[in-house]
């Protein structure tokens, strides 16, 4: 890892009448558009649900570290991650961010350790440390032998 602090940027390009594009000198052009919800078309990515994919996507990077730390043996995560956008004291923000993990283990005497690594990824998750949402972690465990 490089030294702290890190700095990202992106760029953001937009006509009065089309989507956005959003990009980052490295990245491919994301399209992205307001959602359905706001009187979007709904057919690109919107700045809500990249929200929740950035928090999900934190979460599943920050288990894959710790448990390769770890050596946990498990064959699949899978990451849903829900949120509620409400209007509080006049302004709009997300009021509940919701995940829900389902990993495929190797056999049932990694249980234990799976929701110990799973528990310390959403702890050490910086996307999820970032917002002021409630946060919670629910765990589906497989077990495929």
Excluded at 33 to 49: C, I, L, R, T, Y
């Amino acid at each position: 890892m490089e030294n702290l602090p890190h700095h990202y940027s992106v760029v953001v390009n937009a006509k009065p009448d089309n989507h956005l594009q959003v990009s980052a000198d490295h990245l491919p052009t994301l399209d992205v558009d307001a959602p359905s919800q706001f009187g979007g078309p709904g057919d690109k990515w919107s700045p809500e649900e990249l929200l929740l994919a950035a928090a999900a996507n934190c979460f599943v990077l920050s288990f894959r570290t710790v448990a390769s730390i770890a050596k946990l043996e498990w064959q699949a995560i899978r990451c849903t991650t829900d949120g509620v956008l409400d209007k509080v004291e006049r302004a709009m923000q997300f009021t509940e961010i919701v995940t829900k993990v389902a990993l495929t283990l190797d056999s049932e005497a990694s249980r234990q350790k799976a929701e110990t690594l799973l528990a310390k990824a959403e702890k050490i998750c910086i996307v999820s440390n970032s917002l002021t949402a409630q946060k919670r972690l629910e765990i589906e465990l497989i077990v495929k032998q």
